[in-house]
């Protein structure tokens, strides 16, 4: 008897260790794998001075019309078949919705979402192109470079590139893993370009967050114009995963700070990009849909903007959205819809705006074309 309970210890001395070993293999798993985040984690300074591509000589003139777009292209994964691991929602009849991928389903359906945002811009046939989102090297979108494709596509287009997202090898999901990500901001135009500068956004720095929510950024751009003024032009994309938008609440006081201070100078400003609120309390619950409000929409409103500024709202903004919910695939009926894609602009500039319906073949945003007159 004494033998059997002696027997009986061992054995469960034995799975306790084993237990034991396991656990503490993970733990010094997950703990290496921080620190390997951790080293390769950092923060692009401030007032970074961007290369400007391929520049062109033609200026800008006063009460002249000119075209801008901008596109969130989703690094050429956002196809209807696509939903994405870090989004989740829900049904109004309480199903939980849960995203998954974390890359693109091939490197075929990238090649073919970048051809048809470029088809969809030569359409266009814009003065000026803001993309967001839009890769250089990285694993999700198995390395094709969406930058120098569209840039290949408008040789007689200036561009310049900021990077706005540039992480170490995130493991995650562990069946479809997000990879190595190199990727950002890319603003084209058919016109000279004094300078960019890449101004940062402040981010979360909160010990998870901060490897998720990119090194958030917006893009200053001077192009003079004949009559002695700048233009000044800003491409930008905020923070997304941000609850009860407390980071995007100071993002928006930088950047206005920086159109204010431009405007004072006489310029000319016009902002255009991802603001990923809803412009608009009427956006959050405009379009048709089945899912609640995802937690991340906050709103965006004219009286939350500097006093000589104007949120430009598109022309057909009742019958377009310009970003889907991720959370599952494309349903027309059941994704939630709103506008969170836009422009604003200074009241010396004169402008109307169309989102361009694209039925979200190509990305999980719509494109957003304004057409504009400097005073």
């Not at 777009?69 to 049904?91: C, E, I, K, R």
Request: aromatic letters at 10%.
């Amino acid at each position: 008897m004494i033998q059997l309970e002696k027997s009986k210890y061992e054995s469960l001395k034995k799975v306790g260790l084993a237990l034991l070993s396991v656990i503490l293999a993970c733990v010094i798993i997950f703990c290496g794998y921080y620190i390997y985040l951790a080293l390769h984690y950092y923060r692009i300074p401030d007032n970074q001075r961007l290369k400007i591509n391929n520049n062109q000589s033609q200026l800008l003139k006063a009460g002249r019309s000119y075209k801008a777009t901008t596109y969130n292209v989703g690094f050429g994964a956002y196809n209807h078949d696509f939903d994405f691991f870090m989004d989740s929602g829900q049904l109004k009849d309480g199903k939980k919705l849960q995203g998954h991928r974390g890359t693109a389903i091939s490197k075929q359906a990238v090649l073919d979402s970048t051809n048809g945002v470029i088809q969809t811009m030569k359409k266009q046939n814009p003065d000026f192109m803001f993309f967001q989102k839009i890769d250089t090297d990285s694993t999700r979108s198995f390395h094709v470079n969406q930058v120098k494709k569209v840039e290949d596509d408008f040789p007689k287009m200036d561009s310049t590139f900021a990077s706005n997202f540039h992480s170490a090898f995130l493991a995650v999901p562990l069946n479809n893993p997000h990879g190595t990500v190199r990727s950002g901001l890319l603003s084209m135009s058919k016109y000279k370009m004094d300078s960019a500068i890449r101004r940062k956004y402040p981010v979360s720095s909160g010990p998870i967050e901060r490897f998720v929510d990119l090194d958030r950024c917006f893009v200053v751009m001077r192009f003079p114009v004949t009559n002695g003024k700048d233009l000044v032009m800003i491409n930008s994309h905020m923070s997304a995963y941000d609850k009860g938008g407390k980071m995007r609440k100071a993002q928006m006081k930088l950047i206005s700070s920086v159109m204010e201070k431009e405007y004072r100078r006489g310029n000319y400003v016009i902002v255009g990009g991802d603001f990923n609120h809803a412009l608009g309390k009427d956006m959050m619950t405009h379009f048709e849909h089945q899912e609640e409000i995802p937690s991340w929409v906050s709103v965006l409103d004219q009286k939350m903007l500097p006093k000589d500024f104007t949120m430009i709202k598109a022309q057909n903004r009742e019958n377009v959205a310009t970003v889907r919910a991720t959370d599952m695939k494309y349903d027309p009926k059941v994704n939630y819809m709103t506008i969170c894609d836009g422009f604003i602009v200074s009241k010396n500039v004169q402008a109307k705006a169309y989102n361009i319906n694209t039925h979200f073949e190509y990305a999980d945003h719509n494109p957003v074309r304004l057409e504009f007159e400097l005073k």
